[in-house]
């Protein structure tokens, strides 16, 4: 995540979709911390098609918090599911412009308990150690209970769209350095430019949006 998932299994195309601008916004991210609904859904439209997160806020706040202000301000758009490992998780999270990672790479979070497995369908943040969630989330494919002792808290489900993100395109495997997959540090640092460049089948995320 991260950054990664954990040791190796750390943590999570065609036409290339233009990166997220570094749009005021997405300039402070500690003015960023609106407080999200109880539940709510979020839409994502991707380059195989469109799936819907709920989520809930008393699985995980401060990570629910995270991800709705995140979607509402457009950070994920144009983002690519950068890490796909068929059978374990679709990872995504790092934003297309480096300008805007260079201001969301340290923008920590607390870590939330885990009260919820992280089953199939579930989404969480990816970490690279304790209290250290960004932006970066994954989305299970499989039922990895190992994942909640290791402090991985799911705070939302796809509802729809599941055939989606199992479509994702996963034949670049790991990342490196352990696989052949994106490195992560070229990824904030190059943005989508690099992946477009190295990794061109990647699938991508078009528009995110907080339903309504």
């Given at each position: 995540?991260?950054?990664?998932?954990?040791?190796?299994c750390?943590?999570?195309?065609?036409?290339?979709?233009?990166?997220?601008?570094?749009?005021?916004?997405?300039?402070?991210?500690?003015?960023?911390?609106?407080?999200?609904?109880?539940?709510?859904?979020?839409?994502?439209?991707?380059?195989?098609?469109?799936?819907?997160?709920?989520?809930?806020?008393?699985?995980?706040?401060?990570?629910?918090?995270?991800?709705?202000?995140?979607?509402?301000?457009?950070?994920y758009?144009?983002?690519?599911?950068?890490?796909?490992?068929?059978?374990?998780?679709?990872?995504?999270?790092?934003?297309?412009?480096?300008?805007?990672?260079?201001?969301?790479?340290?923008?920590?979070?607390?870590?939330?308990?885990?009260?919820q497995?992280?089953?199939?369908?579930?989404?969480?943040?990816?970490?690279?150690?304790?209290?250290?969630?960004?932006?970066?989330?994954?989305?299970?494919?499989?039922?990895?209970?190992?994942?909640?002792?290791?402090?991985?808290?799911?705070?939302?489900?796809?509802?729809?769209?599941?055939?989606?993100?199992?479509?994702?395109?996963?034949?670049y495997?790991?990342?490196?350095?352990?696989?052949?997959?994106?490195?992560?540090?070229?990824?904030?640092?190059?943005?989508?430019?690099?992946?477009?460049?190295?990794?061109?089948?990647?699938?991508?995320?078009?528009?995110?949006?907080?339903?309504?």
């Amino acid at each position: 995540m991260m950054r990664r998932l954990l040791p190796a299994c750390t943590l999570v195309l065609g036409a290339l979709a233009a990166p997220a601008p570094a749009q005021g916004r997405l300039d402070n991210p500690a003015a960023l911390v609106e407080q999200a609904p109880a539940t709510y859904r979020a839409r994502f439209e991707t380059s195989k098609g469109s799936f819907v997160v709920e989520v809930t806020r008393a699985w995980a706040p401060r990570g629910a918090d995270r991800f709705y202000n995140l979607v509402k301000n457009g950070y994920y758009d144009g983002a690519r599911f950068f890490r796909v490992i068929a059978g374990f998780m679709a990872q995504f999270g790092i934003n297309g412009d480096p300008a805007v990672n260079s201001r969301w790479r340290l923008a920590r979070i607390p870590d939330d308990p885990v009260t919820q497995s992280n089953r199939r369908g579930t989404i969480a943040f990816a970490t690279s150690g304790p209290n250290a969630r960004t932006t970066q989330v994954f989305i299970n494919f499989a039922d990895n209970g190992n994942l909640d002792r290791l402090g991985f808290a799911p705070f939302g489900q796809v509802v729809s769209g599941m055939e989606v993100v199992d479509r994702l395109y996963a034949g670049y495997g790991e990342g490196a350095p352990n696989g052949r997959g994106p490195d992560q540090w070229r990824l904030q640092t190059e943005g989508n430019a690099y992946l477009a460049a190295a990794f061109p089948r990647l699938d991508y995320i078009r528009k995110a949006t907080i339903a309504p």
